[in-house]
């Protein structure tokens, strides 16, 4: 199962964190949103894509650039975020919008990330230190569980 990790990760790195530990347990391989042309997804059968989460979203520079994938088929997504609250529900748009690229979406996975926005900054935020040794655990745990899902 070749897999790619498409990620965006620009307030803490905390993301980045979590894709690097994720493409290692998954052996895939990883590139910033940024660096991706649509023809990169080619030769992958598992594409993760994952980044903070900005006004109840995915940064926008992934849903802008799941905007610009052709219709697919046959490929497999999960979906992952750090965000102020850790909630999976900041997933629901670029959920839509690869299913509606045709990506079978198998799994998704969240945790808070350290987050100095607006006034938090003048206390020094808050999630200091996230995520955690045992953030990134249960995120290696997640893509050792992706295996047996594809
Ligand atoms: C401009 C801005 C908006 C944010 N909006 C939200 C939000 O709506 N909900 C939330 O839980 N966290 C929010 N956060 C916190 C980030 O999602 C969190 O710090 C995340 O871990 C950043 O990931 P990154 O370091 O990989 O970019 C926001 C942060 C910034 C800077």
Same mark, same amino acid.
């Given at each position: 199962?070749?897999?790619?990790?498409?990620?965006?990760?620009?307030?803490? !790195?905390?993301?980045?964190?979590?894709?690097?530990?994720?493409?290692?347990?998954?052996? &895939?391989?990883?590139?910033?949103?940024?660096?991706? !042309? @649509?023809?990169?997804? &080619?030769?992958? #059968?598992?594409?993760?894509?994952?980044?903070?989460?900005?006004?109840?979203?995915?940064?926008?520079?992934?849903? !802008?650039?799941?905007?610009?994938?052709?219709?697919?088929? !046959?490929?497999? %997504?999960?979906?992952?975020?750090?965000?102020?609250?850790?909630?999976?529900?900041?997933?629901? &748009?670029?959920?839509?919008?690869?299913?509606?690229?045709?990506? &079978?979406?198998?799994?998704?996975?969240?945790?808070?990330?350290?987050?100095?926005?607006? @006034?938090?900054?003048?206390?020094?935020?808050?999630?200091?230190?996230?995520?955690?040794?045992? #953030?990134?655990?249960?995120?290696? %745990?997640?893509?050792?569980?992706?295996?047996?899902?594809?």
């Amino acid at each position: 199962m070749k897999t790619l990790i498409v990620y965006t990760s620009v307030h803490h !790195q905390n993301t980045e964190k979590v894709a690097k530990v994720m493409a290692e347990e998954l052996e &895939a391989d990883h590139i910033h949103t940024g660096n991706a !042309q @649509p023809e990169t997804l &080619a030769t992958y #059968d598992l594409i993760g894509f994952g980044s903070g989460i900005y006004f109840g979203k995915h940064h926008k520079t992934l849903l !802008q650039f799941v905007e610009t994938l052709p219709p697919m088929t !046959q490929k497999r %997504a999960f979906v992952f975020s750090t965000s102020g609250d850790g909630k999976i529900k900041h997933h629901a &748009a670029l959920k839509e919008k690869l299913v509606t690229r045709g990506f &079978a979406i198998v799994d998704e996975f969240c945790c808070k990330g350290w987050d100095t926005v607006g @006034p938090l900054k003048l206390f020094g935020g808050i999630n200091k230190g996230k995520p955690d040794e045992k #953030d990134l655990a249960a995120a290696r %745990a997640f893509a050792h569980g992706l295996k047996n899902k594809v």
